[in-house]
Every structure is written in structure tokens, then in C-alpha cells.
């Protein structure tokens, strides 16, 4: 069926999880349309900073840059860190969220979400950064409610709900009722911990200095939550440089090289969920330990978090379907969806 010219929903409003980790770019009536690396390639020409690559395309370049060029995460726990790169990277991904600058019908308005425990000169960076970027009305949404919301869960109800999401500079965790935060609480840790704790220990026992792309991929491939059962557990080749001769050198590594210092990141998070806990009404804590907690956020998907988590709180833990991008589909669907125009702060 022709659809009539003004009854196309051709919008460009986009929803947006701006992460210190994942950038993911939701376009109403669309769905996700670019999911990258938040990180960006910036080259000095005389002296003055230019965006050389953003995305995947920068991830590839980290620790391998010539002089002159550095990569850089400009969000930091959730939050701008540096302000000029930011609104760069923003405008480059709504740009290749609508196929390039020129097919951009107006100015798009866009939904960002936000960490719950962002400060006031936090969102009013968010929302700066955003119009600089050449949007023309910010809206904010707190990363929690999206992530619930993208979790299924039916957030305006009377019933209490915990989200704990774990990203990649923190571990967010909250308590939602009727459409509202009751509590939050949150924790410096997160996947950048983990990597930076994997690439230590190696250091430590095995004389071997990595990359922080190495000590990621080790994460992915055999990171684990707790101590292996079965001894040395799940193994794989690393390559690095000898910290004592300098020369490129490749070892094998196993699950129990890296599970101590995992284990002390995850006891963090698990303090945190168990002190929001405590301050949790009875009411509340009863309905989540009927329903369970949800995990969301790449960082859930460690192997063995989920049940270290439902061991220490006796509530069982569920993750989310798509960990990785429950945010950015509970901000769509916010933005589809009038049943959820109040999670939406406008200024
Ligand atoms: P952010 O919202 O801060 O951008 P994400 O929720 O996108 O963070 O999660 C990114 C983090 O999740 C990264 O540190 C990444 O290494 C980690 N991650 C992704 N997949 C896995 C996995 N299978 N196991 C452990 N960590 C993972
Ligand atoms: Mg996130």
C-alpha cells in the first residue's frame, strides 16, 4: 500500500546510549541503526585538534597510532570527560546514524541517556554537547529506566524492580516502582576495571605487558567471575612484550591467572547491589526477590557474574536478552511509545 506523503513517519529522531564503552544509535521507526565503539581518532594539524576516525574504525587504532594521532574515549564513567571531542564524536555518529550530513531532513531532537547519579553541570554538558552537535531539542533519560524499560520489565506498575547494570567505567544499580528511581546507587567499576585488572596480573606473574585490546579480548574469551573449579580452567595464547628484554613474547594463560583479581571487582559490584538492598523497603525487596534482578550492560555477560551475584543475595538473577543494547532499546522505545513520555526529563 502507497502510504499518502504526510502520513510518512520519515522522523529523524533518534534515541541515544552514549557510553563510556558503546555508542548505539536507536532511530525512531527504524530501530537500532549504528551500534560503535565510543571512541575517537584525533589528529593535530597545526596544532589544532581534527577528528581522523570515530567507531570501529578508532577502536583499531588504539595503541597502534603514529605520532601526531591519538585515540581518546571522551565519556568517562558515564559522563563527558572531554567536551570538544564529544560534541565531535556525537555529531559524527547522528551524521552516520542518517547515512551522512546530507540526508539529515531537519534538525533531528534527541533522547541521551544519562547515568542516574549524573550531576546538574553533567546533564547540562550532555545537553550542550548535544545541541552543539546540531540537535534541536535534547531530552534526557536516566540509563536505569531505559534499561529496564529495554529489559522487558513493566516499569509504570506498583511493583518493585532491580536493574543493575554494569558498563564499562560503572556498575549502576536501581530500584524502580510506578515509573519512578526510588533508589540508586553506583560503583567505579566496571569492564575498564576488568581489563585493566587482567592486564596487572599478567604483568605481575608473568613478566608480559599487554594492550588494553589484548586484555579485553582475554576478558571475552576466558574472563570469569570466580576461581575455576577444574584447576588452571579454560586456556588461551597471549602475545605481548617481555617487561625484562623487551622482545614480543607469547604465553598461555588460564582461567586461574585472572580469576583473583575478577573476583575482587565482582565482590565491589555485589557490595553495592547488597548495601541498595538494605535500603530497600520491604515491600520493594519482596516483589524483587518474587521477580528476580536484572542485569544489563555488556559487563553482565562475564562468565559466572550472574550467579556469583544470585549466590551473595539469595534473589535470583536474570540477564537481560541483549545485555548490550537493552539502554538504547528502552530510550526508543520511549521515544515509540506515549506510555512512556514521563521517564523523558525535558530540561
Ligand atoms: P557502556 O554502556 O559503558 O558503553 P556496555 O554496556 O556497552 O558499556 O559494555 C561494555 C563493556 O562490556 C566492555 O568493557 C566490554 O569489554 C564488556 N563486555 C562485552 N561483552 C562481554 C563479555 N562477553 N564478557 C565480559 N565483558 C564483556
Ligand atoms: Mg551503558
Redesign the pocket.
Known sequence: MRVPRFFSTTSNDMAI?L????TIVYLRGRGIVLNEP?VVAIELIQGLPRLRAFGMEAKLMIGRTPQGTSTVRPMRD?VIADVDIAEQMIKAFIDKAHGGPSRLPRRPDILVCIPSGATQVERRAIRQAGTNAGARRVRLIEEPMAAAIGAGLSINEPIGTMIV?????TTEVAVLSLGNLVHHASARV???K??DAIASSIRRNHNLVIGETTA?RI??EI?IARMPEDGRGLVMPVRGRDQVNGVPREIDICQADIAAPLSDLVDQVVETVLRTLAATEPELAADIHEHGIVMT???S???GISDALAEATGVPVIIAED??TS?AMGAGMALENEAYAGVMIDS
Open positions: 546510549d557510553g563510556t564503552v558503546n565510543s558515564g547494570d554494569i558498563g564499562g567505567g566496571g569492564g575498564d576488568m581489563d579485553e576478558k571475552l574472563g550492560g555488556g559487563g555477560l562475564l562468565a545485555p548490550l539502554v
